[in-house]
């Protein structure tokens, strides 16, 4: 049967790095195809990994569509394939099948001025527009990076933040001030308000815990950002990816085919049932 | 294509469609049989006490109210194997598509709601990307229907929905109960071959058998049923009401069961689950059952958060799914009216009750 | 005889007076005949209490649906709830107050005896109609009422009435706070277990045969549990879908559950699923028989747990739901107890 829409590719997982360790951990992982090559997806898809025996998730793919060589998936440990994903070690051999859901429209973004703000696991879904804007750099204008974790050990993507400097301002926060810490001590929405960026010609992208996400958006509101001018992601239970399984709908529509990414604008006359 | 059926025929018909195109019949040798498309024939039948599709066996006798189960199992079964897998560890597992088997089924006295069960599933399944698991058993399915005379359920509502009665949506025969004959007529081309196969256990129908077969469509449709008394604002006031106490309140006797789900032939949602058979070396299928919009933990995150905690909200899924979303994505009703949930609710949760006050409600 | 209105001015009062905060009773449901469950907080809709042979549903799965709330909501029950118990609902209500699952002062019990009728079985109901559909039912006497759209059909209660209800040995909710209807305990028109004794009659081979198509017909909608008051487990050892998850939920936790059974209805897990649940109801189940009712493919689920009831009456003399001070099959030791290995 050609065309089988939940038969997975086989990809070797080619890195692993702990990137937050402790009851929240955070893994990154690099997976190449074992036979061929991967798809093409785009910044904001997202694919479904599988480790056999275990199940199936739906993960948001982290490394920039530039990158053909691997995939890059940032996974928290949370259930039970993500507690899976974290025994794996380098050439183990898991399924992936995607791409699924829309993207960020990168193509509109360019000559304009570019907010990320992220929390916790949160940066991983935002992590391909970053780096993309980062290797096209002069299409852009200002990239400011808005990022925080609980506390300093919580700060994933640490090494790959600090290179960012010099292409990017990055501003990182942690939730309670801490010994050796010196940059911003308290919430994410408080950082982005305390450094208060200009709203004009720019696009601010947000993706996080959603009570994050709730206080990023009202203070993006209130420094003068627009609703058309804000996007964030969302998620729900997926077991399809293909609109069929009807469990991920926001609304009439599947999140799996519709989303993940929404403009404020569109996301706030949906039900809030995500 | 339109024929007359005498009722003693209808077996005769069955054997016609089952057995050798050449006329070796049952006898037929099995190399023979395995090169020939013949149909595996379904007639519902009365078993512990509810009416099910089982294999024909000779005694055929299309007098069922509905079937307990729609016939939705016959193309999304509750449970289908996508692949088996084994993997030794650190290697590549060798994963093994398990494809349905290529096998006409003809499903004998589909009622008309069910018949526009049909093409609901076929958008599901079709829309955006096509579910070859779905479709390849679709393309060897032929819905050979029997019109309702009058309703078979004190709970039919196909009027109120855009069906009828007498509709030939999904199928590829109609057959229309006549007293002491079928009037049948073919909906498709598969129909077409399906009745040609039965030759002259057919009869061209008489200027009688014409005026029968109107007056009985005409008396079918006027016969009364339940009603949901606006079907076209529906979708408008659901999407106003969504917010409604309503839901909590007509929700809360709703024990969050499977029965309005896995009974409708409309519902397609489902689960995808690894099960596991020997750990080392590990083997074992993927595998997709029916899931259930009322199920507690449908839509529950790994997180433990659940955008749809309470009954209300499950409630509301499920009848927005059915006269809202589905309605703003194909412009039409999901719901064909059949009323099976509305019949085996254990706690007496009516969707006709229901949609009813969401559309009367002004709030 | 019961008179309705005497129900229906008691909830009017308790709710008027702030006796209750809630009346759960019976109405008129929109689909038939049937009554459907009535959670009644205004006094004013009292009048639509109704009492009637097709008043089955065991409305003591409420008073856990309204811990469960409240527990979820982080609340403390402001009063009791009235609740309208038949002699097995009532029993059930005992159960629960035997394992603490709620207080004696947080429920309010409306009993009604059964007065030796009981609920139709509309298995046994439809056949007997030729196919005319029944708009109501009453009781009268030692018959049922049916109006049809042909007119009234008489019919004697035992012919329709449910296996359950014609072998009840306890139709009268002894443990109460008010009860509508005369104790006529004993007038039971079957012995106990008359339905298990005619299955158990057939041979190994023909009952097993019978199961086997049993277990395969169910479809595992969990109607069945659902239904149960006594299933109130927040985590069902029988299947992957009720695990409570919190925040507090470790990932370690999740990951490392055992699940016993998979999805898939096949034989083999609904075996599982059908067989450990009777196994769980062992001594609690008071045989309302909601579960076999419910089940949308008529699997005899009853007859499991009667198969257990009969055990524990025949080892023990356990009589489940008996009092609430009394004993509990699997949690109470007594010197009499048949077999050795206790001691």
Known sequence: MSDNIYLPQLARVAYIKEEVVGERSIKTFRVEAVDGKLFDHECGQCAMLSIFGRGESMISIASSPLIKEYKQFSIMRVGKVSSAFHELEVGDVIGIRGPYGNNFPVDDWRGKNLVFIGGGCGLAPIWPVITTAVAQRNDFKNITVFYGGRSPRDIMYRTELEKLRGSADVHLSVDKAEEGWDAFCGFVPANVMDKAPNPGNAIAITCGPPIMIKFVIQNLREIGFKDEQIYTTIENKMKCGLGKCGRCNVGKDYVCVKGPVYSWAELKDLPAEY | MEKILDKKQIDGWVAALTE????????????????????????????????????????????????????????????????????????????????????????????????????????????????????????????????????????????????????????????????DRYFVKAITETGKAMMAAGGKLFADPSAADQKLLKKTHDDAVAYPQRKINDPDGAPAKLRANFDSPLWQEMAQACIGCGICTFLCPTCHCFDINDEVHNKAPLSGQRVRTWDNCQFPDFTMHSSGHNPREGTGARLRQRVNHKFQYFHENFGMHQCTGCGRCVSECPVGIDIVTVVNKVTEHVG | MINIQDIRDTARDMLAKGEARMVIGYRRGTRGMLAEPAFITDPAQADDLVWDPTCFNNLSLYLVHDKKFLAHMRENPKGPVAVVAKGCDARSIVVLLQEHYFKREDVYILGVSCEGAGVVDERKLAPLLNGERPSAAAFDGDDFVFTTAAGEKRLAAREVMADRCLECRAPYPKEHNLVFGEDKTGRQLEAPFAALERFEAQDAGQRWDAWSQHFDRCMRCFACRSVCPMCYCDECVVDSITFPVTAGTTAEEKATRIKWIERSATRSENITYLMTRAMHLAGRCTDCGECERACPVNVPIRMLNNKMEREAREKFGFEPGASIGGPSLVATFLDSDPGQFIR
């Open chain 2, 20 to 179: 050798h195109p050449q006329g070796v019949g049952r006898g037929c040798n099995a190399a023979e049989a395995a090169t020939t498309t013949l149909w595996e024939v379904h007639t519902p039948a009365l078993d512990e006490g509810i009416w099910t599709y089982q294999p024909a066996n000779g005694t055929a006798r299309l007098d069922h109210p509905n079937t307990k189960q729609s016939p939705k199992e016959f193309a999304f079964p509750q449970r289908e194997i996508f692949f088996s897998f084994e993997q030794i560890k650190g290697e590549a597992p060798r994963l093994t598509q398990i494809v349905p088997k290529e096998q006409r089924h003809a499903v004998f006295g589909v009622r008309p709601c069910d018949g526009r069960g049909v093409p609901r599933m076929d958008k599901v399944f079709t829309d955006h990307i096509e579910d070859k698991y779905y479709t390849s058993r679709r393309k060897n399915i032929a819905y050979v229907g029997l019109a309702c005379n009058k309703p078979p359920s004190p709970n039919c509502f196909c009027l109120s929905v855009g069906g009828s009665p007498v509709s030939s949506d999904g199928l590829d025969v109609q057959m229309t109960d006549l007293g």
